[in-house]
């Protein structure tokens, strides 16, 4: 069983902070994906990383897949309180069923006024 | 503006009822999941299907059924619920997973008393 092993899997910070969250594994991805998930709701895709050292930025959030298709970061600059939520990382593993993602455990992000 | 759709979204109920948890997509997406999940924590797959007339058990055991026999309509079923049954539901829906990611529902908050 392949595992994605997400950290910290909670933190909680002032308004204006940085900060990275990690997604990791032992096995190669062909495709990662970051999703946010707000109290009440599902998960919503924020970004697929597909090439092995590849940076996507979205606004303040910068996602970078490791060079060895095995990791990935999560990093927010200047934090705000409508960051708050579930951040979760989903791979789709090399050589396995494209069909179904494995998830990790998620990130819980409290951003404090 | 979501494309796939779950009701009711919260539902309380006594125990021994049945109940139908209802998802629907307008995509035309072959592959629908059902996972549960407990706020703020991880999500667990309980069943997917791959086509119409294709159901599988996920990796956590449920006592819930399935049926996919429309495209768009992948319906879960508890014939005698339980207070252990209480968690929130979320519906999936995916072209290529590895490509496009889910798409997932609102979810379906279920308390059984």
Known sequence: TQLLEQSPQFLSIQEGENLTVYCNSSSVFSSLQWYRQEPGEGPVLLVTVVTGGEVKKLKRLTFQFGDARKDSSLHITAAQPGDTGLYLCAGAYSGGSNYKLTFGKGTLLTVNP | ?113
């Open chain 2, 1 to 113: 503006e979501a494309d796939i759709y779950q009701t009711p979204r919260y539902l309380v109920i006594g125990t021994g009822k049945k109940i139908t948890l209802e998802c629907s997509q307008t995509m035309g997406h072959d592959k629908m999941y059902w996972y549960q999940q407990d706020p703020g924590m991880e999500l667990h797959l309980i069943h997917y299907s791959y086509g119409v007339n294709s159901t599988e058990k996920g990796d956590l055991s449920s006592e819930s059924t399935v049926s996919r026999i429309r495209t768009e309509h992948f319906p879960l079923t508890l014939e005698s619920a339980r207070p252990s049954h209480t968690s929130q539901y979320l519906c999936a829906s995916s072209e290529s997973p590895g490509v496009y990611g889910y798409t997932f529902g609102s979810g379906t908050r279920l308390t059984v008393v």
